[in-house]
């Protein structure tokens, strides 16, 4: 079983960054694929953001690709995301998740999640 934290959210300007971080603990973090998720208020759950376990390959939302990018550090057992030029329909709460292939990742099953980080962005 991981357990996840995320931590980085908060309030930003129309323009600016941010960069969420995941913190991992439990065993073999460095064997599951990894995502990045977020529920707007009022809407579903979306997903954001894919990365295998290895790091090599990622895979990013069309709805923010350019802009957000996921990298994951195995030694420190943590998954980022990193948001440029956010704009307020990015805000939400994101989440981050665990699981054991691209598969469970992309459809949002199978997965260990984190509790949420808000992310809130001003016009």
């Known amino acids: 079983q991981v357990q996840l934290v995320e931590s980085g959210g908060g309030l930003v300007q129309a323009g600016g960054s941010l960069r969420l971080s995941c913190q991992a603990s439990?065993?073999?973090?460095?064997?599951?694929?990894a995502g990045w998720f977020r529920q707007a208020p009022g809407k579903e759950r979306e997903f954001v953001a894919f990365?295998?376990?290895?790091?090599?390959?990622?895979e990013i939302a069309d709805s923010v690709t350019g802009r957000f990018f996921i990298s994951r550090d195995n030694s420190k057992n943590t998954v980022s995301l990193r948001m440029n030029s956010l704009e307020p329909e990015d805000t939400a709460v994101y989440y981050c998740?665990?699981?054991?292939?691209?598969?469970?990742?992309?459809?949002?099953?199978?997965?260990?999640w984190g509790q949420g980080t808000q992310v809130t962005v001003s016009s």
């Open positions: 998740a665990v699981g054991p292939d691209y598969g469970a990742v992309r459809n949002g099953v199978r997965l260990s």
């Open positions: 439990g065993r073999d973090f460095s064997s599951y694929a």
């Open positions: 990365i295998n376990w290895a790091g090599s390959t990622t």
